[in-house]
């Protein structure tokens, strides 16, 4: 799987904007961009993916490079609850055995 | 609901001794998964299961052996117990293995070997 890129750590007050890079440059045509984050004490969770198009769900929004070698995810208003370590991942599409490759991730703060 | 279960959560024995985790999804998924978080935090892939069949096997010593009665269930048996086996062991499911599937996760069993 392609490797992924990202800051170790950002901060971020409450009820402000957070964005997220994760950069990707080896990415192939076929690989999808996930994002997950995993909050203290609890097991990854599912946040958000995409392939070329910019996307947008509950939690969050993605947008993806025109060269798709970097994308950023958007958590539109902070909250203290999104305090976690985000991980990028790319998954290469058709079967790929579902193999999430974690790296070290983003910890977010968020401060009140 | 819980989508992902494990039991137990929480798990204290001695080194050499032999013990089970087990998993169970109600999302009706075929393919399940093994994932191990170490000391360090680093969450890395242990094993994978589509419809009941191994797909990935990530070099995991033989002392760790997946079973998956059907297809709701994954459980993880570990024998002979070690210091470095300590770990937080993730359960997760997903609806197929195409890169575009989302993957749940349950809430982990923190295993502590003495």
């Known amino acids: 799987d392609a490797k992924t890129t990202q800051p170790n750590s950002m901060e971020s007050n409450e009820e402000e904007p957070v964005h997220l890079p994760c950069n990707h440059s080896?990415?192939?045509?076929?690989?999808?961009i996930h994002w997950y984050r995993q909050l203290p004490s609890q097991g990854p969770e599912y946040v958000i993916h995409g392939l070329t198009s910019n996307v947008n769900n509950r939690m969050a929004s993605l947008a993806i490079a025109e060269d798709r070698k970097s994308s950023t995810l958007i958590l539109h208003r902070a909250t203290l609850r999104d305090a976690a370590v985000y991980y990028c991942i790319l998954l290469a599409g058709g079967t790929s055995y579902g193999k999430l490759t974690f790296g070290q991730g983003t910890i977010l703060t968020v401060h009140p | 609901d819980t989508a992902v279960s494990q039991t137990p959560k929480y798990l204290v024995t001695q080194m050499g001794n032999d013990k089970s985790i087990k998993c169970e999804q109600n999302l009706g998924h075929d393919t399940m998964y093994w994932y191990k978080q170490d000391s360090k935090k680093f969450l890395k892939i242990m094993f994978s299961?589509?419809?009941?069949?191994?797909?990935i096997n990530e070099t995991v010593p033989n002392r760790f052996s997946p079973k998956s009665p059907d297809k709701a269930h994954l459980n993880l048996h570990i024998n002979s117990l070690e210091l470095g086996d300590s770990a937080v062991y993730f359960c997760?499911?997903?609806?197929?293995?195409?890169?575009?599937?989302?993957?749940?996760f349950g809430p982990g069993t923190r295993l502590t070997v003495l």
């Open positions: 299961y589509n419809n009941k069949e191994l797909i």
């Open positions: 997760a499911s997903s609806q197929s293995r195409t890169g575009r599937d989302t993957q749940y």
């Open positions: 080896t990415i192939s045509g076929t690989d999808y």
